[in-house]
C-alpha cells in the first residue's frame, strides 16, 4: 500500500501530539510531520512530497483559512481536512467554499478522524454530521438575503461603518460628502431592514457580503 506524507498544523503542541498519535495507527499514513502555523506548513510543503495537511483554522501569522486558499490555490493537489472547534455556520461555509476536503471538530473521536482520514485519501470528501448541519444552516442564512442588493457603493459604506469608521472619516476616505455618507446608510437600513448599523453589518456578515 502506498503512504501518504502528513502534514499536522495547530499551535497547542499537545494537540499536535495527540494527532500524531492517532495516525500512527494507520497503515496509510507515511511520514508526519509538524507545524504551529501556517506559513512553516508552505515552507515542509517546498521541502517534502505532502498528500494531506490537517490543520486547525485558528492559528498566528497565518490562520487556516488563509492556509487553505493558498494551498488550493499553488498546491491543488494536496489535500486539506480542517479540525476546529468553530463550528459556527458561517466559518463551515467559508471552509466549504474555499474547497476543503474534509472538516471535523475538534471533539470529534479518534475513529471519525481516522474515517475521515481515509475518506478524503480516496479522493472523497467527508464532513462530519455536525458540520453539514451547521452548512445547511449557512446554506438557509444566505437565501433569507438573496433577494437584498445594495449598490457598490452601499458595500462600501457597510465596509467601513464595519470597521467602526465615523461617517466623517468615511467621507474623507470615500471622496464624499457627509451628507451623502448619511444617505447610503439610511438606505442601508432600509434595505437590510435593520434598525441600527450594527444589525446592518450583522446582516452583511450571515449572507457572506464580507466573506
Do not use: C, W
Not at 31 to 51: C, M, P, S, W, Y
Not at 144 to 159: D, G, H, M
Request: aromatic residues 6%; proline residues 1%; without cysteine.
Amino acid at each position: 500500500m502506498k503512504k501518504t506524507n502528513i502534514i499536522i498544523a495547530d499551535d497547542h503542541l499537545m494537540f499536535l501530539e495527540g494527532i500524531n498519535t492517532i495516525l500512527s495507527d494507520m497503515e496509510e499514513v507515511g511520514d508526519v510531520h509538524l507545524a504551529t502555523e501556517g506559513k512553516q506548513v508552505i515552507r515542509l510543503l517546498n521541502q517534502f512530497e505532502i498528500g494531506l495537511i490537517i490543520s486547525d483554522i485558528s492559528m498566528p501569522k497565518m490562520d487556516g483559512i488563509e492556509l487553505l486558499t493558498e494551498i488550493k490555490k499553488k498546491h491543488s493537489e494536496v489535500k486539506i481536512i480542517m479540525l476546529s472547534m468553530l463550528d459556527n455556520h458561517r466559518t463551515v461555509h467559508k471552509v466549504i467554499q474555499k474547497g476543503a476536503d474534509g472538516f471535523v471538530p475538534k471533539f470529534t473521536s479518534k475513529e471519525e478522524l481516522q474515517k475521515a482520514v481515509r475518506t478524503v485519501l480516496d479522493n472523497e470528501q467527508y464532513f462530519s454530521e455536525v458540520i453539514k448541519q451547521r452548512y445547511m444552516e449557512s446554506v438557509f442564512e444566505r437565501k433569507k438575503y438573496k433577494n437584498i442588493e445594495l449598490s457598490p457603493r452601499e458595500k462600501e459604506v457597510l465596509a467601513l461603518l464595519g470597521d467602526e469608521l465615523t461617517s466623517k472619516e468615511i467621507s474623507e476616505k470615500l471622496f464624499i460628502s457627509v451628507n451623502t455618507v448619511e444617505t447610503h446608510r439610511k438606505n442601508i437600513l432600509l434595505k437590510t431592514g435593520s434598525k441600527t448599523t450594527t444589525g446592518a453589518v450583522k446582516y452583511a456578515i450571515e449572507s457572506g457580503l464580507f466573506d
